[in-house]
């Protein structure tokens, strides 16, 4: 019979998974650099959209695909006038697409050839949203039922200060709970072992309202409002002896 006394020195291993926590870890391993208490915590903080972007069609129609075509650069050329009285740089819009396409009749008998149907889209993006709403309407007033506004969405251009305020309060999260889980333990928290940010903002964007229900007269107006910018962070802490 081989004697106990002939094993290794046992080493003491745990790990302890959180129930209920599945972004908190607690790990305890003489030499393993992942000793410690690990936590994930979410922190957020406002901004204020600064900029509207919005997606537009020129169109025109015609006998021919040449008529259409005509038509529809009449009224693309209408945009990119009412994009220059408002001072929007030429860098700030593009076209992404032309198309020129039949358009018919169907009936029983078939299909009948009506006319041609031109379109060329645009991209803009206005970085004063305060004018937006007025470059829009002077868009509309200039092309008339040569353009359409498929679109707008709302961006934070720059969410530098926003995500520095939200890492803060991420970071504050994590060590509030790292230190609440120590406390239920009976473990002390040590020196910071590991930071990783496992998601952060790169430019909000989300939809908003290009224009409100107000009289004609007061023109189209633009509600940025706010939008959240969160920060993701896993930190572990050592655990002291």
Known sequence: ??????????????????????????????????????????????????????????????????????????????????????????????TPGLYVNPEYNYTQQGQELIGYRATQAFEVVFRNIEKAGAALDAIIAKSGDGVSINGTSLEVSSTGGAAEAARKDAVAKAKAKAESYANLLGVEIGEVRYVQETSAPSGVIFDGRAAGAAPKEAGTEIDPGTQKVTVVVEIRWSLRD
């Open 1 to 94: 019979m081989r004697s106990n006394s002939l094993l290794p020195a046992v080493v003491l291993t745990a790990a302890v998974l959180l129930a209920g926590c599945g972004d908190t870890h607690i790990d305890a391993d003489g030499g393993d650099t992942r000793d410690g208490i690990t936590v994930t915590a979410v922190g957020e903080a406002e901004a204020t959209p600064d900029t509207l972007r919005a997606s537009l069609t020129a169109s025109g129609s015609g006998p021919t695909s040449e008529a259409a075509l005509e038509n529809a650069n009449r009224a693309a050329a209408a945009v990119r006038e009412a994009l220059d009285d408002a001072g929007v740089p030429k860098k700030d819009y593009s």
